[in-house]
């Protein structure tokens, strides 16, 4: 029952912006984890942002420091990725996932959206 859509996904030149969004059913961001998670062909899947805490706690990977936000809309249900000045290493397919504990084990996760950064 608990669905996860995400949106927002594209192409940009390097140093531009995106902003992806993830609409969650039968599920509430608000009493749970939140994360964004990113995946390459032939690399592992990546760890980029969690919300928790009921939004008032975050975590990004080194690699987005200071250049993404994660942020949360408790009265949509929906969590945001902003991205900032984007770098052809951020392209990926990107991924939100919940977590009813504490972003330790994701058990639902969205279909994914596709990132391109060219140069």
């Known amino acids: 029952q608990v669905q996860l859509v995400e949106n927002g996904g594209g192409s940009v030149q390097a140093g531009g912006s995106l902003r992806l969004s993830c609409v969650a059913s039968?599920?509430?961001?608000?009493?749970?984890?939140m994360g964004w998670f990113r995946q390459v062909l032939g690399k592992e899947r990546e760890g980029v942002a969690a919300i928790y805490g009921g939004g008032s706690s975050t975590y990004y990977a080194d690699s987005v420091k200071g250049r993404f936000t994660i942020s949360q809309d408790n009265v949509k249900n929906t969590v945001y990725l902003q991205m900032n000045s984007l770098k052809p290493e951020d392209t990926a397919i990107y991924y939100c996932?919940?977590?009813?504990?504490?972003?330790?084990?994701?058990?639902?996760w969205g279909q994914g959206t596709q990132v391109t950064v060219s140069s």
């Open positions: 996932a919940a977590d009813p504990g504490s972003c330790e084990e994701f058990r639902y």
């Open positions: 039968g599920y509430k961001y608000s009493s749970n984890c």
